[in-house]
């Protein structure tokens, strides 16, 4: 029997899913695939609902390369 695979969320699939194409770019994702992108949210998002039947749509912003995360550990 087949193992069943977990059906990813859109945010699942833009933790996975390589943007770095869209750097500092709103990116609409819609049905685990990249709808819309863009530097405006708002205008990113009419396209992706335009482009798309999902009422499920996620936008998230690719930062700039040279942007520097770090983790505070106590």
């Known amino acids: 029997m087949k193992a069943r695979q977990k059906k990813l969320s ?3 699939f833009s933790l996975k899913v390589n943007t770095s194409a869209y750097e500092n770019e709103w990116i609409a994702i819609a049905n685990k695939k990249i709808v819309a992108h863009g530097k405006d949210a708002e205008s990113v998002y009419k396209k992706a609902k335009n482009k798309s ?22």
Do not use: A, C, G
């Not at 930062?63 to 520097?68: D, I, N, S, T, V």
């Open 10 to 12: 859109n945010y699942e």
């Open 53 to 74: 039947r999902s009422k499920n749509i996620l936008l998230v912003k690719e930062p700039p390369h040279e942007m520097l995360v770090l983790k505070i550990i106590r």
